[in-house]
């Protein structure tokens, strides 16, 4: 591409002023003097892809972390001429401040008028009507690496309508936060869900652009039919990169500690604890009701959590908060002393643990955890137990890398 045009695009997007999705204080991750600005992401890439769509109709998956700097993907490109014709949108919606598991219904954008069509509320999966005249689909979400962030379902499923429908996806690559390490259990084939759909453990290590690739390769979608699918990758990222997030990616990972440890914490989303939904430190605290401790908080309802568990109630327990976000990092793995603790503290006081639909189960991957766990196993135990499925996966998961 001539050194002209490559000028005057990089001159327009920084023109650029968000109109869609204004990215506000309360949607930025609150950042340490640690954070890492030099890698360059999918989206920034835009000579990479923007000539791709030159005279095409074009819809896009997105939410609240679609940016290029401060500006919305969609503003971006918008600015420079591209036809967008639909928005479609993730759980927590296209501004990302929707609850946990509520359903986020269509609309149309007050600002441009483009349609926005949920792909979490009567379906999870792009219809053939929604994407009649598209040419090509742009998905460009923030991951976290975990199996339950169901982003990654998302993008199974548009996947999968692409590859039906004969539509090209380009997958705009961000870096994962917890890209660093690969822990937890494989999923097995009867706990299959919107919150976990593939055979990979718990903690992947993979961006959402390699992942793209694996259930691609792996022959994961319906069928075993094959998307058109290209990546722009990020630009000076490795898995060991610590790149803190500019945008909060859902309404309760509101920063670099809660989602270092949401792998850990979100077992107990299966459990009667809270885990600090409803207060200003979600996936940072646990407690409930009928523990004892110094340390107490009430969950109320607020954005992201209208409903939470224990409102109104003091829980007393344990503030995670304190920790230091590098060193919860460098520890790379699932800690497993938490969920074993608080089933022992539980036990003693003769209070349930375990949520009698034993969601647990398909978060942890199947009812192996759950039973240990009842069993009094401890936590190198519940390791060992993970161990060859790891190790399998791994061979699996060198063929798709893009990153050291």
């Known amino acids: 591409m001539p050194m002209i045009f490559q000028i005057i695009l990089m001159l327009m997007l920084a023109s650029c002023q968000p109109k869609v999705a204004q990215i506000s204080d309360k949607n930025h991750v609150q950042q340490s003097s640690n954070s890492t600005i030099s890698v360059i992401t999918g989206a920034q890439r835009t000579t990479d892809y923007i000539p791709k769509l030159k005279n095409k109709n074009v819809a896009l998956v997105v939410n609240q972390t679609s940016i290029i700097n401060n500006t919305h993907l969609v503003d971006s490109l918008l600015k420079l001429g591209v036809s967008i014709k639909t928005v479609f949108s993730p759980e927590h919606g296209f501004r990302g401040n929707a609850d946990a598991g509520e359903v986020v219904k269509d609309a149309k954008d007050k600002t441009t008028g483009l349609p926005i069509i949920s792909l979490y509320g009567k379906k999870k999966k792009p ?3 929604d994407l009649a005249g598209i040419d090509i689909i742009i998905f460009d979400i923030q991951d976290v690496g ?7 379902s998302t993008l199974h499923y548009v996947m999968e309508a692409c590859a039906e429908n004969n539509i090209p996806l380009i997958v705009l690559d961000r870096p994962n936060p917890n890209g660093h390490y690969i822990d937890g259990e494989i999923l097995q084939p009867n706990y299959r869900s919107f919150v976990g759909m593939h055979p990979v453990p718990t903690v992947y290590g993979m961006t959402i652009g390699e992942y793209a690739q694996m259930i691609n390769g792996q022959g994961w979608l319906a069928n075993q039919v094959k998307c058109d699918l290209t990546v722009i990758s990020c630009k000076e990222y490795t898995h060991q990169t610590y790149y803190e997030l500019p945008v909060k990616p859902s309404p309760n990972l509101p920063d670099m500690k809660s989602i270092i440890l949401y792998p850990s914490l979100c077992f107990f989303e299966g459990t009667t604890l809270s885990i600090g939904r409803g207060t200003n430190k979600p996936f940072q605290v646990i407690g409930h009701p009928k523990l004892k401790s110094n340390f107490q908080f009430t969950p109320m309802p607020n954005e992201g959590a209208k409903d939470p568990l224990h409102k109104g109630l003091v829980c007393q327990g344990e503030d ?11 520890e790379g793995k699932i800690d497993l002393s938490y969920i074993i603790k608080y089933h022992q503290k539980m036990k003693a006081i003769n209070e349930k643990y375990f949520l009698d639909n034993n969601f647990i189960d398909k978060l942890s991957g199947s009812d192996a955890l759950r039973h240990l766990i009842e069993n009094g196993k401890s936590e190198a135990d519940i390791r060992a137990s993970w161990k060859d499925g790891i190790e399998s996966f791994k061979k699996t998961r060198e063929k798709y890398l893009i990153y050291k």
Do not use: A, C, H
């Not at 975990?146 to 990654?152: A, E, P």
């Open 146 to 152: 975990v199996r339950f962030y169901t982003y990654i």
């Open 127 to 129: 219809l053939s009507e």
């Open 320 to 330: 995670l908060s304190l920790l230091d976000t590098k060193t919860l990092k460098n």
